[in-house]
C-alpha cells in the first residue's frame, strides 16, 4: 500500500510509513525535558516532527537516513507539525520505497550507464575513445547515483547520468543538422564534461549533495575535470591535439567567464557541447518549476531562472 | 565548365564568366577620363575591377545585378585588380549559376516551404494551426528567398527558410527528449518566430540584405512579428491564451533584455524555442568562421561571436 | 469629527472609525477556540487587528472592503494590536471617509480626465488625434481610478490620470523650450504611454493593484499598448508613419533595453517624452521618500532609488 | 552679401569670403616644394585646402584664426579639395560673419547672461543667494563666450549660458508641477552646476575647446567646482547645511557613478536638477543630429547616442 | 584576573565583570512588569541580557557604555541569555579591561601616530610637507582612537591609524621595488587618503561607528578629504601641482567610478597609493574571516568579499 | 661608438648599425622590379625600409633576426623611409648591442634567476618546495629571456623573471607586514603563478612574442601552469592539500571571473599574491606610459589601463 504523501498531509492525519531525516536536534523543553526536534520529507516535501521525552542516551536520529514513522499531525501556530508516536530505524529487509523518498531519476540507472558505455565504445578514433573509458573506468560506482547539482538542475538520485543522456539524445540530433561536425569530439565531450563534479560534490548515495568538497571549493568541477582527464591521459598514453580539444571542451561548456570558464568555446563541437548543455539544463530548471505551478497560473519568482513561470492551460478557450 | 572562384583567382590569370555587382562609381583619371570603379563577387570572394574608357552615356552597372565579364588579373599597390575587357548584362537565356555567386541555403527553397507548410498543417491545435497558416499566408512568395540576417547567421539566399528548417528538425528531437512539451505550440513557436523580418529587412532576391526598413528600425522583428501575429488573430478570429502564448514566443524568443527580449521565456515551449534559436545561429556563424580557417589554425578575431575560431586537424596525431 | 490615523494611533486608544481590510485569516488558539486576525489600513498605515470569540460560521472580512470597527490598542510583544470590540461591514449611506483610507491623487479625476481629452482634441494632425482619441474612448472608466503602478510611483487611486497630467504640464513646458519639436506628436505620446498598463494590472477602484494579468506578465505594458493602438488604427483607418512613430514612442518610452524598451527613443519626441515620464516617476518616489523622512535627517534606504534620502531643513543656519 | 556654405560647394565653385583655420601644417611636394596643407571650415562643413607654391618664410596660418580666402573648388581622388589662389589674415575692419563660421548659441549672450544674474538675484534665501552671486562674480567674463563641452552637447560659442538658461526654463516648470520643492535651491543648483567646466576646459573665444586643462582631466568639473563653491564659501562667510547642499547638488547632478557622480541625488531638489541636466543635454544632442538627417530618413550612428536617429516626415500620409 | 571571554559563554556559568552594552530596551512582561531587555558584548562576542524587576524610574542603560555586570547564564528557545543578577555603571578608578571589550588595533596609538607625524616631517618638498602637518593638526586628537570603517575593515578603536601604518610599510617597500617613483608623493598620499573619513563617520571613542555623518552621506571621505585639503592650503598658502596631485590622489584611491572614484588614478604614485590600500583594506577583511573560521574549514559566505574562505591547515598531510 | 637611436632619426640623417627585422615583404614597383619592403627596429622605435634592386633568388629577410645596415633616410608623404644601401646578417663574433635593439629586464637575467632559485631551496614545507623547485626544472632555459606578455607588461626580454623577482620582493615587505601568513605558500605562488605562460605564449630569445600557442589560446596560463603542477605532483609524489592551495593560487591570481579567474582567491596567500600580481603588473604599465609622456603632459589614452596618465612636474611651483 502506497503511503501518503507529505505535500498532501493535513490536520488529524495519522501517517505511517517511511520518511527520510533532514537534519536533528536534541532541545530541552520548558520543563527541562529533552526532545528531538526534526524535520522528515519525502520526495514531495517535508514536515517538522518532534519526539517528546526523548531518552537522551539514545542516539540521535541522523541526517539521510530513513526512519519507520508512526504520527499525528497537528498545527501549532499555523503550520503543520507531526507528533511521533513511533519511530524506527530501517532494518534490513524493510521495504522502503526509496523512489518515494528521494527525487530520482526517470530512467533506470544501470540502462543510462549501458547507453553511455556504448556510445564511448563506439568512438571511432581510438585517443578519443581512450580518453573516454578511461574517465568512465575512474568514475566508477559513484556514477549510478551521483546528482548533477546541489540544487540547481537535476538535482536528484542518478541526476548526472540523467542530464548525460539526454544530452547524449539532443548530440545526436544536432550531428544530424550539422552533419559537418566531428562525431567523436562531441559525443565525447557531452559524456565527459561533467564528471568533475563527482570530486566537486559530497553526496550520499541517494543524490542527495550536502556540500562542496574542499577542491570542488577550491578548483571547481572545470578545472578539476581537466586535471582528471590528463591522469586519463597519462594511464593511456594520449597527448597531442585531441587531449587539447577535450580540455577545451570541459574549460568552455559553461561558455562566458562569468558562469566559470575563462575561455570561450572556440570550435564547433565545442560551442555545440555549450548549447547543448545550457538548454537541457534549463529545461530541467523550467520543467521543475512548471510542474509545480497549477495550470493558468504564475510561479513565484525561481531563483535560479530569474523570473516566474507561467503554466498554460493549453486548450483552446481563454 | 565552371568558372573560376574569384577567391583563387590569381595575378595574370584570365577571368571568363559571370559576377556579382557589389557597388559601383563613375570616376575620372587623372587625364580627365571617365572609368568606372567596381567591386565583382561571386559567394566566395570579391575583387575590384576597372573599366577604362567608359563611356560617360552609359548607364553604370547596378549592384545586385549580374555582368558576364572576361578580364584580366593584375596586381596594384599590392593588391588584386581585374581589368575587365569586355562584359555585358545578362541576357535571357543566359546559364547564369546563381548558387555560385551568391551564398544560398544549401537545400531546396520549394522543399524547405513544403516541410514547413506540411508541419503547419499538422498542428493540431485549431487556433493554434490557423495561426501559423495565416501567418505563413501573409509572407507569401518572398519567405522563398528571404535570408535570416544582414551578416550574422543565414545571410543567404533562402537562409529564412534554412534557420526555419534546421530548427524544426532540433525542435522535433527536443520534443521526444522533454516530451511533456506541447508539440503544438513548439512547433508553431519555430515557424512563426522570425517571420518579422520580412517587414525588418530590405532585401533583393540574391538575399542581400541592403538596409533596415524604417519599421524595422523603429520596432525590430520581435514586436513587428506581434502585430503581424494581431492581424492574422483578427483574420481567424483567433483570442484568447493561444494567442497570447505565441506573441510571449515571438517577445521572448531572444531571451534576455540585453539581446532584445523584453520579457524573458516564461513557458517551457518559450524556453525551449530560445535555446533552439540561438543554438542554430550560433552554429552558422560558428561554422562560416571554421570554414574559412585552415586546419590547426586560428582564425582572426570574429566580431559576432567575439573571439577566435579554431579549425582542428581532427586527426590522431599531434 | 475627523477620525484618528492609523500612523498615530498609540497604546490604550480607543478607536472608532472605517478602516480597510489588508488581508484577514481565521485562526485558532490554544484553546482551540477560533479567532480572526487581520490588518486594517488607512492611507497613512496599518495594524493589527484581532476579532477574538468570532462565530466560525460568519463570513471572513474580505481584503480590499471597509469594516466600520470599534476597538481598543494594545500593545503585545513590543507591538501596537487592536482588539476589535464592535465591526460591521459598510452599508449604503455611510459617510466612509475614502480619501483618508487610501491613497489617492491630488486633483479630482474628472478635471484630470477632462484636461486629457481637451489636449487630445486640440491635437491638429488628424491621424494622432484619431489614434488619441481612440485609444481614451476603449480606456473607458477605468481610468478615472487606475493607478500608475502597484508600488513604484504614483501607486494610488487615480494615480494614472495624476502622472500623465503632470507630464502634459512638463511636455508643454518642453514645447516652449524646444519649439521645433512636434507638438502633437508630443502631447499623444504622453497620453497614450501607459494606457497598456490598464491591461497589465489588476486593479481594484480604489488603486490598489492586487497582482499582474496573464497578459501583463507574458508581454508588459509597452508591448501590449502597441497591439491596443493597432486595433484602435484598424478602427479609425490610420497607417502609415504617424502610426509607427506612436508605436515606437510607446516601445522607447522607458529608454533602454535593461528597462523594458527593446528600441531606444530615435526621433526628439520620443526622447522628450522618456525623460519626461522618468522626470515625473522619480519625483513621485523622491516626494513619498522625502515626506516621510523627518527635517534633517536620511530615510532608510529606498528600494526603487536605491540610495537614502535626505531631508534637508532648508533654513539659513545648519 | 553672403557667402557660401561649406556644406553646399561643389566641384568646380569658386569660393570668396571667410574661414577658420582648423589645422594647418607645412609639407613637400614630390619636387621638394614647399606647400600648405590645411582644413578651412564654417560651422556647416570642413573643407580640405592647398597653397602651393608656399614661401618657406611666412608663418602658417594658425588653428583657430580667420582667413579670407578665394579659391577653386577641385576634385582629387573622389574627394573636394580647394586650390587656395589668395589669402591674407583677418584684417581690423573686416566684416568676419562670426555667427556663421562657428556654432552659437541661439541668444544673445547679455541677454542670457543678465537673465542669470537676475534669477540669482533673485534668490529669497541670504546663504544661498551670496554663494550663487560670489560663483558668478568668480567666473567673470569668460561666461559669455564659454562653451558647455568639447563636442558632446552645447559645443558652441556661448553654449554654457545656453544650456543653463534653458534649464532655468525647465526648472521654473518643474516648480509649478511639485510646487513642493525648495525654489532657491534649485534655480541656484541649475546656475551653479557646470561653472567648474571654467576650469576644466580649455576654449577659445569662439567656444571651440582645443583641450582640458590639467585641473580639469585629474579633478573633472564636478569636484573643481565644489573646490571653486568653497572659496566662495570662504568669501561670503557662508557654511553649514546651504553650503553642504549645494555641494552635493554640483557633485549628484550626473546621476550615476558610472557617470562622473560619486553620490546619487539625494533630496528632490537634487534629483530634479540631474534630470533637468539630462534632458537638456540629450535634448540638444538630439537636434544636432536631427537636423543633419534629411525628413524620412535615419542617421547614422550617432557615438554620444548608441544609435540612429530618424528625422519622421511629420505629415499625415505615409 | 582576566573575565570570561563572551564566546566561551556556557549555561550555567556565573558571569562576573565588565561588559559593553549594545542596545537596551524596556519591555514590559504578561504581568504588565517593567524589564530591561538588553544586549551586552565584549570584542569576541555578544549575548542577550534581562533585568527582571526593573524600576522604571530608573535611566535605561545607554548604548556603548560599559557596565560592571554579575549574572547568570541560562538557555531559552534554544539561545543562551544572561539573568542579570547585579548591575552598576563604570565609577572611576575602576579598571575597565578596555582592550578586551572592543576590537583595538594590535599597537599602541601614540606609537603609530609618532612614526606618521615623524614620516610627515622627513618630507623633503616643502609644499608637501606644510600640507600633509597642516592636515594632521586639523585631524588632531581623534586620530588616536578613530577607526577606519564601520564594518568593512579595521573597524576598530585605532583602525585608521593602523590602516594608516601599515599602509606606510607597504609604501616603503613599493620605493624600493619602484625607486623611480616620487617618495614624498607617496608617503603623503598615504597618510591623508583617508583623513576626510574623520567628518564622514560619527565614532564613540571605542571605535565604534554608529552612524554615517550628513557630510558623510551627501559628499563621502573622498570629497570631504579634497574640501579639508582646500582648507589647509589656504592656511599654508600652497597651490599649484603639489595641491592638485594630491588632491587627485584623495580622489582616486578607490581607483574606479563603481567604488567611488570619478577619476582613475592617473599618475604612478597614485596607481601605487590605490594598490596599496585595496592590498591593505583586503588582507585586513580576509585575516578577520580567516581567523574566526577552523582549520581545513571554509566560512560562510563573506559579505564584502563576495566569496567563502578556506583556512588551511598548512600541514604537510592532506 | 653607440648607434643613432631609431627615435631619434631625421630626414638626410645616414645610418651605420644593426637593426632587427620586424617583418619583410617582396613586393613589385611599377617597372616590374622586385625590391624588399620591411620594417626595422630598435628598442626606441620603427622604421620603414626599402631594399630596392632586389635579387629576387635571395632569401628574404627575416623577421626577428638582425641585419648590419647602411642606409639613408628619406621622407616619403610626410614619413620617415630608410632607403637601405648596404646589408648583410649577422656575423659570429659582430658586437651586436642587444640591449639597444630589443626592451630588456633590467637586472642580469642569471642574477634574477638565482635570487628565485635561492627563494625556492629555502621553502620550509617539503611538498610545497618539491613542487617548485619541480617547476622551474620543467621550466628549463627559456626562463632567462622569456617576456611575461606580448604587450600589456614586462614585455621585454627576460620580462617573466623581472616581474616575478619585482613580485618576491613586495612579497617579503607583505609578510613583514601580515606576519601570520604562510611563508611557504606565498613565496611559491608568486614563483609558480606565471610559469604557464611559457607554454601560453611564442616568443623568440628577444623576448619578442609572435603569437599565442594552440594551448595558450584554447586553454590559457592559468590552466596550463595547473595541469604542469600536476605533473610536477606526479614526478614528486606531492599530493592532498599543499597541491590543491598552490592549484588554486594559480587559478586564482587574476582575482575575478571577468579577468580569467573561475575563482576568486579564497585564502589570505592568495589574495595577497594577487593583489602582489595586479600591483607589479599595473606599475610597470604605468611606468612605460609615464616614461614617453613629457613632464606636465598628458598622455594619449593608454588602451590597457582606459585612461591617460599625467608626468607631473615634481616641483614646488605650479
Request: glycine share 8%.
Amino acid at each position: 500500500m502506497e503511503q501518503q504523501k507529505v505535500c498532501q498531509l493535513a490536520k488529524d492525519d495519522r501517517f505511517d510509513g517511511f520518511l527520510l531525516v533532514r537534519g536533528a536536534e536534541k532541545k530541552t523543553d520548558r520543563n527541562g525535558r529533552d526532545y528531538v526536534d526534526m524535520n522528515l520529507g519525502d520526495r514531495t516535501g517535508e514536515i517538522n516532527a518532534k519526539i517528546w521525552n526523548w531518552d537522551g542516551n539514545q542516539n540521535l536520529p541522523e541526517g539521510g537516513k530513513v526512519l519507520q514513522i508512526r504520527g499525528l499531525v497537528q498545527e501549532y501556530n499555523g503550520r503543520l507539525q507531526m507528533r511521533v508516536e513511533k519511530w524506527q530505524p530501517v532494518r534490513p529487509g524493510d521495504a522502503v520505497p526509496m523512489e518515494e523518498l528521494v527525487p530520482s531519476a526517470p530512467r533506470n540507472p544501470d540502462e543510462m550507464l549501458r547507453e553511455i558505455r556504448e556510445t564511448a565504445a563506439g568512438i571511432q578514433s581510438e585517443p578519443i575513445r581512450k580518453l573516454t573509458e578511461a574517465m568512465l573506468d575512474m568514475a566508477g560506482d559513484r556514477l549510478s547515483w551521483f546528482p548533477a547539482a546541489q540544487r540547481m538542475h537535476h538535482a536528484e538520485r542518478g541526476g548526472l547520468l540523467h542530464h548525460t543522456t539526454d544530452m547524449l539524445h539532443l548530440a545526436r540530433a544536432a550531428l544530424e543538422v550539422y552533419p559537418w561536425m566531428n562525431r567523436d569530439l562531441l559525443l565525447a565531450g557531452v559524456i565527459l564534461h561533467d564528471l568533475g563534479k563527482l570530486e566537486e560534490l559530497k553526496s550520499d548515495e541517494n543524490g542527495n549533495v550536502t556540500d562542496y568538497t574542499r577542491d570542488g571549493q577550491l578548483l571547481g568541477h572545470l578545472v578539476r575535470g581537466i586535471t582528471l582527464l590528463n591522469r586519463a591521459a597519462e594511464k593511456t598514453g594520449v597527448t597531442g591535439e585531441p587531449l587539447v580539444l577535450l580540455e577545451h571542451m570541459l574549460l568552455s561548456h559553461h561558455g562566458e567567464a562569468e558562469y566559470g570558464s575563462p575561455r570561450p568555446p572556440m570550435f564547433p563541437e565545442a560551442e555545440a557541447l555549450h548549447w547543448i548543455d545550457m538548454m537541457d539544463a534549463r529545461m530541467n530548471t523550467m520543467k521543475n518549476a512548471w510542474e509545480k505551478t497549477p495550470e493558468g497560473a504564475f510561479s513565484e519568482k525561481i531563483f535560479s531562472l530569474e523570473r516566474r513561470v507561467y503554466h498554460p492551460r493549453y486548450t483552446e478557450e481563454d
